[in-house]
């Protein structure tokens, strides 16, 4: 079966550098997704994008959070200056272009924030 | 908006028992339902899911899900659990009406015993 791949597995930095998190989803793809889960906490939705845009994003994600698809292939997630809450599992998801259809999930990228 | 809930944050039983997993949304239009499972230190996995048609719903791993519209309900079974089951279980629903997003369970870890 195709992957989503993220990379890299574990991330750690300091409370207000900048992190760049990145995902390669499935080629076929053109819906891409972030989301994250805090330890101990659901899954939440942070932003989706397609046709180079946003489409929709939650209130997590305010203006410290950017998405880009800086060419074919990655699909990136930019922390401009990290909080202590931001440490979490990151995941990278991908879907293509039938209403509905699954999403495949990357492995995640474990960020920690000291 | 659309919320997701999981009855039980915690199941632990035997290896041969059944498990019953309950999920419960609250969104009143056309949805599409999933079962998303997570073993320890690993990415989630689409374990089921229902669009349309028959309810009960076979996934992978001898697990199936029954889609009870008048109850918004979507509970997740399996007959004889084993050791390998181990894992957070995620149901999580996306309403088409609502954007493609899928919303998340809180979800549910479950600890079978040899």
């Known amino acids: 079966e195709p992957e989503v791949t993220q990379t890299p597995s574990h991330q750690v930095t300091q409370m207000g550098q900048e992190v760049i998190l990145r995902c390669v989803p499935i080629s076929n793809h053109l819906y891409f997704y972030w989301y994250r889960q805090i330890l101990g906490q659901k899954v939440e939705f942070l932003v989706s994008?397609?046709?180079?845009?946003?489409?929709?994003k939650s209130e997590i994600f305010d203006d410290q959070f950017s998405v880009e698809r800086p060419d074919g292939s990655n699909f990136t997630l930019k922390i401009r200056s990290t909080k202590l809450e931001d440490s979490a599992m990151y995941f990278c998801?991908?879907?293509?272009?039938?209403?509905?259809?699954?999403?495949?999930f990357g492995s995640g990228t474990q960020l920690s924030v000291l | 908006a659309q919320s997701v809930s999981q009855h039980n944050h915690h199941v632990i039983l035997s290896e041969a028992a059944s498990l019953e997993l309950g999920c419960n949304y609250s969104y009143g239009g056309t949805v599409n339902l999933f079962w998303y499972v997570q073993y320890p230190g690993q990415h989630l996995q689409l374990l089921l899911k229902?669009?349309?048609?028959?309810?009960l719903v076979k996934g992978i791993k001898g697990f199936e899900a029954e889609f009870i519209k008048s109850k918004f309900s979507f509970n997740l079974r399996k007959p004889s659990v084993q050791w390998s089951d181990t894992a957070e279980y995620f149901c999580?629903?996306?309403?088409?009406?609502?954007?493609?997003?899928?919303?998340f369970g809180g979800g549910t870890r479950v600890l079978v015993k040899p």
């Open positions: 999580a629903v996306n309403a088409l009406a609502a954007g493609n997003k899928l919303t």
């Open positions: 229902y669009f349309s048609g028959d309810p």
């Open positions: 998801a991908s879907r293509g272009v039938v209403s509905g259809e699954k999403l495949f």
């Open positions: 994008f397609y046709n180079n845009e946003i489409s929709e």
